[in-house]
């Protein structure tokens, strides 16, 4: 699958009051700390393997850096 033709460009804002409770504030940190690692990870690539755990030490090595 490959992107054709952009149907819209747009922008996502997040507006916070300064009087959040304790629980809300909570909530709202874990939320930006979860959208801040998806922009982090966005240029990442993610590998999954199936591999028995008694060989995985000799695959490991490959992607590790």
């Known amino acids: 699958m490959r992107e054709?033709?952009?149907l819209l460009?747009?922008?996502?804002?997040l507006?916070?009051?300064?009087?959040l409770s304790p629980e809300k504030e909570a909530v709202l940190q874990k939320?930006?700390?979860?959208?801040?690692a998806?922009?982090?990870?966005?240029n990442s690539k993610y590998i999954l393997m199936n591999v028995p755990n008694e060989k995985f030490r000799k695959y490991q090595r490959f992607f590790l850096y």
């Open 38 to 42: 998806v922009l982090k990870a966005k």
């Open 31 to 36: 939320f930006l700390f979860r959208i801040q």
């Open 4 to 6: 054709t033709v952009t």
């Open 9 to 13: 460009k747009s922008e996502a804002v």
């Open 15 to 19: 507006a916070q009051t300064p009087q």
